[in-house]
């Protein structure tokens, strides 16, 4: 997945539903810390551009997590480039 920024999302599966609401799923879990966080592996927006923004926000949200508990490593587990 690629927003308009050029920023690819791998690692997740996005869906649009029945009625077109967009969804996504991580395909992998979050280190638990960042689940503890808030992060969320599954996120819904109403476009294509407010889902990337959503997913971007989940993946950020794991990277500062694993920062601050010392584990950069674990915040590149499927993320964004």
Do not use: K, Y
């Amino acid at each position: 997945m690629t927003n308009d920024r050029g920023t690819v999302f791998a690692g997740w599966r996005i869906m649009r539903s029945d009625v077109g609401r967009f969804w996504a799923t991580r395909e992998r879990p979050f280190p638990q810390a960042a689940e503890d966080a808030g992060a969320m592996r599954t996120v819904d927006a109403d476009d294509l551009r407010e889902l990337c923004r959503v997913m971007a926000e989940q993946e950020s949200l794991a990277d500062t997590t694993a920062v601050q508990a010392g584990r950069p490593w674990e915040g590149l587990t499927g993320g964004h480039s």
